[in-house]
């Protein structure tokens, strides 16, 4: 059969959307993994505080306390860092998931239009075949001889 217009576009929405799932797919491992990232850290920080609480249960100077007061401010940096890294990146997948349901839905938009047409033709040729076969049917009669009369 031949290639419509209505068939490259449907190809091209296609490929838009498989592109849009390949990019959601990315952002959404990129998401997961500075998730996982977040929890590392937070794991790290909530170890070392048990740290310093033992330190300071057994005993610690000044020096050591300032030390390890220093290294968990920048633990908390680093946190509050990769949360904001992780909000962003979910605001991509958010995006991404939006972008790719659009194409989604434009392709399923040509599909409909292709199965009307397609639904449109096959009862155009099946009016077509019953014209055919009505005046097979309908010469036939016509040629039969008369019988009783």
Do not use: C
């Amino acid at each position: 059969m031949k290639r419509t217009p209505l068939d490259t576009l449907t190809e091209m929405a296609r490929q838009a959307r498989d592109q849009a799932g390949q990019r959601l797919a990315g952002d959404r491992r990129d998401a997961r993994q500075v998730a996982e990232q977040l929890d590392a850290l937070q794991r790290y920080r909530a170890e070392y505080a048990a740290r310093l609480q033992t330190a300071l249960r057994d005993g610690i100077d000044p020096a050591s306390m300032h030390n390890y007061q220093r290294f968990l401010a920048s633990l908390d940096d680093a946190l509050e860092r990769a949360r904001q890294a992780l909000d962003e990146r979910q605001q991509r997948v958010d995006q991404s998931q939006r972008h790719w349901q659009g194409e989604q839905q434009r392709l399923h938009a040509y599909d409909t239009l292709a199965e009307r047409r397609e639904a449109v033709r096959r009862r155009a040729e099946q009016r077509r075949e019953q014209r055919a076969s009505d005046d097979l049917v309908n010469s036939g009669r016509q040629r039969a001889p008369l019988f009783g009369g």
